[in-house]
């Protein structure tokens, strides 16, 4: 029964904007990056794209439909860790089903983003990457725990850029049948994970030495990752490069919310 539910046409429909939303958060991102490498102003993270979106015109609208999208994809997610994968053996059946529970977490986590900001608690409460690393630092085995996470994230990253590269993405797609069509998709593709790997292989550096000099208050997320990349030699190049490939991302994106295998 529960099974039937999860793998509903309605739910999926709205799962499948979960995508879509991932989509314009990353494209947002992508824009206020190259905003900074042109020596502009702004937030290059989810909380400061959300806040974005909040402010539109429908700003609260934006917001709801957003956490109810990711919500469903968090759900529809899963579903797939839990019923889908069985008829695989047990090395890759364990495997696509821990692939599908951590995806699980991520969108439940931007969904509990865009719920903070559409109940008007975003700005005033939201806590920092630095506060929470400084929190999570001093708590028992919070030094080993903060280097796992600086690992993990910078790990995440080679893959993105990996999965990228090797466009294995492209499985997860029915592509449309256009030549052209197809190019274009697969371009977007590799340019966008590229980009978010090299994204999150920032963060994951910067987690990881500011946790082994003990200063975790320079371990800023996302955020502070674009602006130390853009105060390196060359950085407000490479910083726009990133930009740019996160604007393709979130378009891939959008594009997935349409052609995805779900």
Not at 143 to 159: E, P
């Amino acid at each position: 029964m529960a099974e039937d539910i999860t793998n509903s046409r309605a739910l999926e429909l709205v799962a499948r904007a979960g995508f879509a939303v991932s989509g314009i958060l990353h494209l947002l991102i992508g824009v206020v990056s190259i905003r900074l490498a042109t020596g502009g102003e702004g937030k290059a993270d989810v909380s400061g794209a959300v806040e974005q979106l909040g402010s539109q015109p429908a700003g609260p609208l934006l917001l709801w439909s957003s956490f109810a999208a990711c919500v469903a994809l968090a759900i529809w997610q899963t579903s797939d860790a839990i019923f889908d994968f069985e008829h695989l053996q047990a090395k890759k059946k364990v495997g696509k089903k821990l692939k599908a529970a951590l995806q699980a977490i991520v969108y439940a986590g931007l969904a509990v983003t865009l719920l903070s900001f559409a109940s008007g608690a975003g700005k005033d409460h939201s806590t920092s990457t630095s506060d929470l690393t400084v929190t999570v630092i001093q708590a028992p085995g919070g030094y080993l725990l903060l280097l796992a996470v600086g690992a993990g994230i910078g790990v995440a990253g080679i893959v993105y850029a990996i999965r990228g590269f090797r466009q294995s993405f492209l499985k997860h797609l029915r592509l449309p049948a256009p030549r052209q069509a197809r190019t274009a998709v697969t371009i977007l593709g590799v340019v966008g994970y590229a980009a978010k790997g090299i994204a999150l292989l920032l963060v994951g550096l910067l987690v990881t030495i500011a946790t082994v000099k003990a200063h975790p208050e320079e371990s800023t997320g996302l955020d502070g990752g674009l602006k130390a990349l853009r105060d390196q030699p060359f950085g407000v190049y490479m910083l726009a490069a990133v930009g740019a490939g996160l604007i393709c991302y979130g378009i891939f994106m959008m594009v997935r919310a349409k052609l995805a295998k779900m």
